[in-house]
């Protein structure tokens, strides 16, 4: 990560229309954008929080934004079955719904049912699957896909990609990649109907974009078949990268990343889906990636594993009893501004559930001023140093 | 009680140090009035939230305050065993360590070791139990009880009582309403003790008050006796009607407040432990009741049944799906400012803990509210008028 990848490093002038992305400054392959979005504008690189069933796990909406969440990522799957899409839709859509009133993401559910491994059925129209709440045998397609998503609202919709195993093996991935292409046509020309239909009202109401997702598994040779593929179908207002940090070697991730920095279209935002842990995010920074997601903040909050910048802390630890220092001396966040880490390894002892909140805000906290901190350090063309010295106070030592 | 009970109905002066009481205005046996505590103010009538495990369950102290609440009680019982009044201590006492900075008031932790059948053994020493966490031997005793709340520090500590069944026969009664006394010559003895302890630090910070409990059961008589014997160990800076809503029929409940309403001195505070639901605060506040606790408020509401101003809502049936309207139009609360009744059943059915703490917090709001709106009837010496009509609307009908 020692080249520069002539990209251009000048500022460009703000995004003018909804969708639109400026990369106002470059360090390496790093960047730090600007991206407008039909309920507000999001500066990367930047961590969205997942809200799995319209609401980031345990926090409330206020909290989400007073952490500095710009973005958070809702799961089409969860929502399609409980309460339905038809409900939200009913109700004003997830935005009014949830009362989060900043940009929001949907994934396409893609991920979540071919993680169903024995409970459904792949065929090129789509994928049958068995709910994992009631039973209910149901079928999700590229064009249902879009149909649920439109109905949710969000400002980005993902494409229904054909997810495969991170170590799969060439043939499928390519079948994965093949398939996420043809995919693809059909579901760019569902969301265009959609955003063509019928009921003026609600096509003002529901403004969003269609992003394309990038398969091609471990294999770098897929990967660029799947970005040339995606490109030749677009334009598009932003990329995806699918199907890495699902069991893969984290320097095969980063090859792969790097391979992909140099042929992604400079002037459009990149999402890496499914990532990340603090390193991760760095890693994925420092290769051009501007979005991440990832349910480890609050799935680790909810356990007692905080991040801080001197490394991880399990808080339920004994040696936290009478801990009176915060979780994190050099953290920002409303829980480390007011608690003791003996009080919240209290509260996870005695099961208390203000605890799993207290402990899931502090990290999506981390997450989110990593993003802002990072963007800082673009800006002023010291994105190495800097990641180079947070990660060692982060090890304690130098980067493993 | 249509009778007017004969108290001063004149304005008294603020209460100039701490513990001191008012009594601002009356009407009828009802009473606004300001007690004075080191951690600040609580007007009366008020509700006091329960915070069992040093929070109130579900919800962040800053949603605690904001809701209103004054005062809340904390569990000596179980803070006791988790984590212990010495972690508790050494972390600054209850209120550093919870980060709760209005007034609070601990129990004795009687009620929970007598609920505890079969797992106890009571002597004259006191209570020996079985923690029901790790099935240890440990002993309760008045003196050790004032010790333990000594140690957590809390504004008002309560008096070791032995708390028998609301049915319990006039012997039983009466053993251990005769107990309670003797239990609380020793509860005086230990908390004048500590008060006067060797550390003059300690003194400084912990500054705290010890109100006795009158037990005696459902017999007027008993209730008589313990009232005295209670007055004849005074003076007290306010007192407490224990053993009630444990079992007995309400009206029961009413006659003893009532008889005990006509003695009590007029111008102490008087709690009503362990009550209560919208109705009973009613009734308690038109006998003489100035404090109130009740878990009701967060247990239901992590059932999602909420208290409305128009009766009882259970958030989860499927009536709510697309209901857009908040859980209670009338309601000032954080909750109904925001959600809607189809967010919140969804948040429910989906098992996302965020719809325990909001309905929570809506349940804690209502009880504070109606303390608020108490006062200001009894102020405006209407409260007659405003408890029959808050109570029709309630029921939909007249009164049961």
Known sequence: MNSVNGQPSTVNGPPTHPFGFAVEHTDGFSRAGRLALPHGEVLTPAFMPVGTHGAV?????????????????????????RPGEATIHALGGLHRFSTWNRPMLTDSGGFQVFSLAGLRTISEEGVEFTSHI??????????SSMEIQWALGADITMAFDHVVPGQASPELAEEGMERTLRWLDRCKVRHAQLGDGADPADRADVRQT????IQGGIHDELRRRSLEGTLERGPWSGLAIGGLSVGEPKPVMHRILESLAERLPP???????????????????ARGVDLFDCVAATRNGRHGSAWTTTGRVNIRKAV?????????PGCDCATCARFSR??????????????????SLHNVRFL?????????????????????????????????
């Open 57 to 81: 796990r345990g926090l409330h909406p206020e909290e989400v934004e007073r952490a500095g969440a710009q973005i958070i990522l809702s799961n089409t799957y969860h929502l399609h079955l």
């Open 134 to 143: 009631d039973g209910s045998v149901r079928t999700l397609t590229p064009e």
């Open 210 to 213: 269609l992003w394309p997702i």
């Open 267 to 285: 002037d459009r935002p990149r999402y890496l889906m499914g990532v990340g842990f603090p390193e991760d995010l760095i890693a994925g920074i």
């Open 320 to 328: 936290h009893r009478t801990a009176d220092q915060p979780l994190d």
């Open 342 to 359: 003996g009080y919240l390894r209290h509260l996870f002892v005695a099961e208390e559930m203000l605890g799993l909140r207290l402990v």
């Open 368 to 400: 989110v001023r990593m993003g802002e901190q990072a963007r800082e350090a673009i800006r002023q063309g010291n994105f190495d140093r800097w990641s180079r010295e947070w990660l060692r106070r982060y090890w304690g030592r130098e980067e493993p």
